[in-house]
């Protein structure tokens, strides 16, 4: 069966201080994976997506990075991060033909 | 540009009550589909149902059911007998139909079901 890795659950930066957030799915090959941002009290909305290694899609231009090094590897970066940043990011995975997304359980990220 | 919304950001019930939870979308697709999501308090979004836009019959999985109505642009969700368990966050969201799952979310309803 398939599942999602995502880590680490929680995490606290000072402003200025780089992000590496990593995601890894396993069961399944080639898969379109996703970054989501959920800042408080609003609803999900999409930073990256991938169809393929080293494919990237920016849906908005921020001060956040993607990259795919390997087919299920999933990678949100920052060389330095703002208070802005601060929020709830969930990766998924999908398969073309289905449309349905698998969420990792997320990682709180607090920008102090 | 699609655009989903939840206009609902908080409901209280008590067990045992039936609670609708309401969608509405805009898109400019002909065909799309929508979806239902689940977010417990382990921050988890979990998958309630996929619904293709060219199929309006109405779903029901045990105490959930779903109402799509094309012609308002809504896709309704009811639980019957709402549980403790069913408090969570839930989101409806849309996308079109390129492969891609680049879903677009309402902001959610947050669902608080007391015993």
């Known amino acids: 069966s398939q599942t999602i890795h995502q880590w680490p659950a929680t995490l606290v930066q000072p402003v200025g201080s780089p992000l590496s957030l990593e995601c890894t799915v396993e069961?399944?090959?080639?898969?379109?994976l996703y970054w989501y941002r959920q800042a408080a009290g609003r609803g999900l909305q999409l930073l990256f997506y991938s169809v393929g290694i080293g494919q990237i899609s920016s849906e908005v231009p921020q001060n956040l990075s993607a990259s795919r090094p390997q087919d299920r590897q999933f990678i949100l970066s920052s060389k330095k991060l703002l208070l802005s940043d601060s929020g709830f990011y969930l990766c998924?995975?999908?398969?073309?033909?289905?449309?349905?997304?698998?969420f990792g359980s997320g990682t709180q990220l607090s920008v102090l | 540009a699609q655009k989903v919304t939840q206009a609902q950001t908080e409901i209280s019930v008590v067990e045992k009550e039936d609670v609708t939870l309401d969608c509405v979308y805009e898109?400019?697709?002909?065909?799309?589909?929508l979806f239902w999501y689940k977010q417990p308090p382990s921050g988890e979004l979990v998958f309630l149902i996929r619904r293709n836009s060219f199929d309006e019959q109405n779903e029901i999985s045990g105490r959930y059911s779903w109402n799509f109505q094309k012609s308002t642009s809504s896709f309704n969700f009811t639980i019957t007998a709402s549980q403790v368990v069913d408090s969570a966050v839930y989101f409806c969201?849309?996308?079109?139909?390129?492969?891609?799952?680049?879903?677009?979310f309402g902001k959610g309803t947050m669902l608080l079901v007391s015993p």
């Open positions: 069961g399944t090959s080639n898969p379109n």
């Open positions: 969201a849309l996308s079109d139909m390129t492969g891609y799952s680049t879903l677009t």
């Open positions: 998924a995975w999908g398969l073309r033909e289905s449309e349905k997304l698998f």
């Open positions: 898109t400019r697709d002909t065909t799309y589909y």
